[in-house]
């Protein structure tokens, strides 16, 4: 069989194949286009990625004035605080003096410890130089910072070279020779140092769970703030001279006081737990109190209104007898020894209410009340009262109506002398059923004596009694 040529195929084949081939030249042209477009776009992202990412830090933006920039560079140099990077430059400008204004972006975190007049320097990133970053210290005690460091507070790093043209021609010397010799001690110590980098590892590896846990739970957080707190507290503690030498005694006398002590500590903290726990069935039992307490705080709110208006009304009458006060106090100076000489009096006199009680009370608040309390009514003659008017009067009314009779009487005067006259007192024929009375002991007596005539008759003449 013979091969077609491409003379010999139909003029549409010919026609559709060659338009595909200008689609995928077409299709082939565009993707170029956008790969090396893409590619622009990267090499242009990564050129400026150092300001892009200077754009996009999170910060509040500060200055600070340099006598020079020092090699800073935007967007590059990083901002330090204690170590840490806490911010970024972001633009250097050039003044008329010849200084340079330093445009930061610094976290809100780090700005919030940096005191009211805080320090900034520019230091190297290595020991040789090379990169700077600057570094800010605390300062100016609490306070807020205005956003601005002036010249007077910051400052420009010295060179390893500035220190050694510094240094006379014979120190120079000496160090170069330094120099020689460090290198011939490392080459000696070799074996000794290969041995050391290779047990490093084994050594080093438990170091690293350490730093872990010394980054915290949040790595960039915790770490900062902590070496930021330590910072502020390093910057405190040598603010004023002999001040940490001044805590290093007192911490060595309170550790002396402790050590005095030890036992007692030692006793107190074998007791702490049983403490504890007692506190702890405290605290659970006060559940109950503290239940209460709220149901009493409910039902006494509605009278705090009340209250708040007796408080007021008050005020007033504590304004007036604050003077009665002041005067009394000398009043209850004097009182107390009469107070003080009440206590033995209080302790018998409990004694005596102890004692009353029981029958005595009983029979007080019993029968004798009851024939007090009791209305009057006669019997016999006497029987109603007269014409019944006192029926209803109590025994011991009547006992006062007859009171204020006799006192009536006894009110009534002529020329010689009261209607009714009479004296209350006491004598041995007071009490019924004795066996003997004045006039008897009288007479018994002058018998003993021997006392007759006249003398006797006197004597019961002056005593009243009858011989």
Known sequence: MMRKTRSDRPATQVRGAE?????ADARHLKLGTWFYLGLALLFVL??????????????????????????????????KMAGLTVGTVTDLRRTDTGSTIVTMKVDDEALDTLGAAPIARIEPRTLLGGRYAIELHAGGGEGKFDGVIPIERTSTPVELDQIVEALPKSSREALQGLVGTTSATLGEADDE???????????LDPGTDVLNAVRGDRPAKDLPGLVT?????ADVATRRDGQLAGIARDLRVTSGVLADNRGALAETLAKLPQ?????????SGLDDSVTELTATAKALRPSAPELANLVSSLDPLLRDMRPLMSDLKPL??????????????????????????????????????????????????????????????????????????IDR???????????????????????????????????????????????????????????
């Open 19 to 23: 338009a595909r081939a200008r689609v």
């Open 46 to 79: 990564l050129v400026a990625k150092a300001e892009i990412q200077s754009y996009l830090y999170d910060g509040r933006t500060i200055t600070a004035e340099f006598d020079d920039s020092y090699k800073l560079r935007p967007h590059d140099s990083s901002v």
């Open 193 to 203: 140092l290969n041995g050391l980098l290779k047990t490093a590892p084994s050594v």
């Open 229 to 233: 707190d330590l910072n502020a507290t």
């Open 275 to 283: 403490t504890l726990s007692a506190t702890r069935g405290g605290l």
């Open 332 to 405: 209850l100076r004097d009182a107390r020894p009469a107070v003080q000489a009440l206590v033995p009096t209080a302790r018998n006199l409990d004694e005596v209410l102890t004692n009353v009680r029981g029958p005595v009370l009983d029979r007080v608040t019993g029968p004798v009340s009851k024939f007090v309390l009791n209305p009057w009514k006669g019997t016999g003659p006497y029987k109603g009262g007269a014409g019944g008017y006192m029926a209803d009067h109590k025994f011991y009314e009547e006992l006062a109506y007859m009171a204020t009779n």
């Open 409 to 467: 009487a006894s009110m009534s005067q002529d020329q010689r002398g009261s209607t009714l006259a009479f004296q209350a007192g006491v004598g041995l024929s007071s009490l019924s059923g004795l066996p003997f009375d004045l006039e008897s002991l009288v007479t018994l007596a002058l018998d003993q004596a021997g006392i007759t005539g006249a003398l006797r008759s006197s004597i019961f003449k002056n005593l009243g009694l009858v011989p």
